[in-house]
Antibody, heavy 122, light 107 residues
C-alpha cells in the first residue's frame, strides 16, 4: 500500500523558517515525481512545488518562488520542503503527493498524504 | 497564468444528478482531473484524463468535456457524495493548476 506521511508542520512566526518532510513507502520512490500542494483554511487547493524523479528538476508556484526549496533523498524515500521568509499567507495544510503516470504521459495526483498544518502567526 | 473557474457551490436532492463545471481557456486540449475532498480528509482523485475512473470509484461519477468546459457528473446522488470537488490541469506556463473548488451539498 502506498503511504505518504508528512511531518514538520507547526507554529512559526512571520519571517521564520520551517522544513517539511514526506516519508514515502509502498512504491519505488525514485521512479516518481513528487509534489507539494497546500490548502489555506477554508480555501481551495494550491499547487506549491514539484520535483522530478531524480531531483534534478524542480518547479515552483510564483507565490513561493525564491522562498521555498523542494528536494528529495531517494536513498531515504523522503521529500522535503524548506520554507523561509514565511508570511501569514503561507498558513495552510501542506500535502505531499505522488504524481501517478498512466498511458505513459498522463499525470495526476495520487495518492495524497494526510497533510501537515503550518501556521504562521505572531 | 492559467485559470480554471468552478461554481462555488452546487446543491442537489438525493437521487438526482449533480453537474459540476470547470471552465478554462482551451481546456479541450488539456487532460482534466477531478478530486473529491470530504471534510477533514485529503483529496482523492475520482476522475483522471477527462473521463477515466480509478478503481473503486463508482460508475455514478463521470467526466466529460465540451468546448471550454469540463464537467463532473454525479448520477443518483447520495448523502456520501457531499464533498468539495476540484478540477485540475497541467499548463505549460503555470505548471499545475486547480480550480477554486465546488462544494456539493446534498439537500
Amino acid at each position: 500500500e502506498v503511504q505518504l506521511l508528512e511531518s514538520g508542520g507547526g507554529l512559526v512566526q512571520p519571517g521564520g523558517s520551517l522544513r517539511l518532510s514526506c516519508a514515502a513507502s509502498g512504491f519505488t520512490f525514485s521512479n516518481y515525481a513528487m509534489t507539494w500542494v497546500r490548502q489555506a483554511p477554508g480555501k481551495g487547493l494550491e499547487w506549491v512545488s514539484a520535483i522530478s524523479e531524480s531531483g534534478s528538476s524542480t518547479y515552483y508556484a510564483d507565490s513561493v518562488k525564491g522562498r521555498f526549496t523542494i528536494s528529495r533523498d531517494n536513498s531515504k524515500n523522503t521529500m522535503f520542503l524548506q520554507m523561509s521568509s514565511l508570511g501569514v499567507e503561507d498558513t495552510a495544510v501542506y500535502y505531499c503527493v505522488k504524481e501517478t503516470v498512466v498511458r505513459g504521459f498522463i499525470k495526476y495526483f495520487d495518492p495524497w498524504g494526510q497533510g501537515t498544518l503550518v501556521t504562521v502567526s505572531s | 497564468s492559467y485559470v480554471l473557474t468552478q461554481p462555488p457551490s452546487v446543491s442537489v436532492a438525493p437521487g438526482e444528478t449533480a453537474r459540476i463545471t470547470c471552465g478554462g481557456n482551451n481546456i479541450g486540449t488539456k487532460p482534466v482531473h477531478w478530486y473529491q475532498q470530504k471534510p477533514g480528509q485529503a483529496p482523492v482523485v475520482v476522475i483522471y484524463y477527462d473521463s477515466d475512473r480509478p478503481s473503486g470509484i463508482p460508475e455514478r461519477l463521470s467526466g466529460s468535456k465540451s468546448g471550454n468546459t469540463a464537467t463532473l457528473t454525479i448520477s443518483r446522488v447520495e448523502a456520501g457524495d457531499e464533498a468539495d470537488y476540484s478540477c485540475q490541469v497541467w499548463d505549460s506556463s503555470s505548471h499545475w493548476v486547480f480550480g477554486g473548488g465546488t462544494k456539493l451539498t446534498v439537500l
